[in-house]
């Protein structure tokens, strides 16, 4: 199975499709129900908007309530083909509600148009977040693969282990880099390589972990399990 991803700067964001999809009202919203403050909908919305730069259309006009205007990711709705035009057409026909922004007003009943993070022919990602903005307290290192996270004993019953930092070399010529962590660490290596980063750590399902010559120090069934795909037509 082909499992592509972008090994670089902006990650997935620069090969994937562009299509701009926000989840629905009702999955944030339970996703607060769970116990997450600030994950509602309600709450969400004013990060989604502050991450793009809507660009009207003659046929498409910014519905400012749920679009934003100055964020780092440049979004366009592309043209419809025509027969997609026709298609388009038919579900209205047949009683499809017409939703201009179904895909990012969080409610995917219906028929409409999708944005794509590309406009004027240049497609953007997530690392215009880091270009946009001058921060001064980010330093970005590419060429480095992390390997593990260090985790050190901690005399906590209910955590025995605290992460430090981690584990990395030199993509370029094999060097072991080690960077120590002052106040935490955040992992978002992706889909594929978060789990597999936690593993290599010794941070997964204990029986699998053994199985595969890793000693594991926190036995967490779920770590790399669970994927779910999604189909599009
Ligand atoms: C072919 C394809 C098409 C898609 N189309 C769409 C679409 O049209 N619309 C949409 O919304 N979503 C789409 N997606 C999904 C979307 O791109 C991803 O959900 C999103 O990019 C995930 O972001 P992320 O930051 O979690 O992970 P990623 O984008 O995977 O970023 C992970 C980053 O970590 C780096 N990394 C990984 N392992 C290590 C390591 N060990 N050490 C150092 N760095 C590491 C990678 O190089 C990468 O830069 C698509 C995905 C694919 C693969």
Known sequence: MAVPRGRLLGGCSAIND???TRGTKADYDRIADMGNPGWSWKEMLPFFKASETFHSTEWHQADLD?????GPLHISMTPLAPISEKILESFIDSGF???PDMFVQGDY????????TV?????TTSADFIHKYERTNLTVRTDVF??????EKNNEKECPYKAVGVEAHDDTNGQPIIIKAR??????AGVYNSPMILMHSGIGWEKHL????????????GVGENLQDHLIV
């Open 109 to 116: 009943e219906g028929v409409g148009h999708i944005g794509r």
């Open 66 to 70: 749920i679009h934003g205007t100055d």
């Open 210 to 221: 053994n199985e595969v010559g890793i000693d594991c120090k926190v036995n967490l069934r």
């Open 97 to 99: 509600d017409y939703k």
């Open 18 to 20: 562009t299509f701009v």
């Open 119 to 123: 406009y004027n022919g240049i497609c």
């Open 146 to 151: 992390v390997d593990r996270i260090i985790l």
């Open 183 to 188: 106040k935490e660490i955040i992992l978002s």
